[in-house]
Antibody, heavy 121, light 110 residues
């Protein structure tokens, strides 16, 4: 059974940093691209970032480019999202989502339950 | 990367059919056969219901079907059941290794 478990969310002040983790199990983690998707309160889903299976390709939404950094440790089956220069508008539930291929994600077939990030003074 | 357009709400009685639309552009929905649909019960993990416009993952009832015409994709739920009440999101591959999602549709089973 595929399981994705996010952690690392919490309350942070504007301008601060936070690192999210996603522990994966139930599939060959190193064979699939992975994604972060977020949902702000009362809003829809927003794709944030993706990383290829080997970690050599990283991709970002314009809204987070230059501030967020995605990475993975295939030896630990774990995905990360380093979030710097956080803004109030980054407040959201952040979901880890498994992609359908090694390099390109055309759909996310499994999702975690999310971790809440609140940016507020 | 503008969000895809979905109606905010849809409803139907048990046993009826309901269709949810998802409108994008030629750079996403219209440009690729990579439209997917997700069911989301608040507080839970989103669930993939349809991928590549019309395909259903194993375990998804055949009451759920997808289609696409031009820049608009649709999800149809036939034989509505109480457990179908949820938020539904469409998504499309948008090129350059990115995805774009819709704003979501709240489906109410009357």
């Amino acid at each position: 059974e595929v399981q994705l478990l996010e952690s690392g969310g919490g309350l942070v002040q504007p301008g601060g940093s936070l690192r999210l983790s996603c522990a994966a199990s139930g599939f060959t983690f190193s064979s699939y691209a992975m994604n972060w998707v977020r949902q702000a309160p009362g809003k829809g889903l927003e794709w944030v970032s993706a990383i290829s299976a080997g970690g050599g390709g990283t991709y970002y939404a314009d809204s987070v480019k230059g501030r967020f950094s995605i990475s993975r440790d295939n030896s630990k089956n774990t995905l990360y999202l380093q979030m710097n220069s956080l803004r109030v508008e980054d407040t959201a539930v952040y979901y880890c989502a498994k992609g359908d291929g090694r390099t390109v994600t055309t759909f996310a077939d499994y999702w975690g339950q999310g971790t809440l990030v609140t940016v507020s003074s | 990367q503008s969000a895809l357009t979905q109606p905010p709400s849809a409803s139907g009685s048990p046993g009826q059919s309901v269709t949810i639309s998802c409108t994008g552009t030629s750079s996403d929905v219209g440009g690729y056969n990579y439209v997917s649909w997700y069911q989301h019960h608040p507080g839970k993990a989103p669930k993939l219901m349809i991928y590549e416009v019309t395909k259903r993952p194993s375990g998804v009832p055949d009451r759920f079907s997808g289609s696409k015409s031009g820049n608009t994709a649709s999800l149809t739920v036939s034989g509505l059941q109480a457990e179908d009440e949820a938020d539904y999101y469409c998504s499309s591959y948008a090129g350059s290794n990115s995805l774009v999602f819709g704003g979501g549709t709240k489906l109410t089973v009357l």
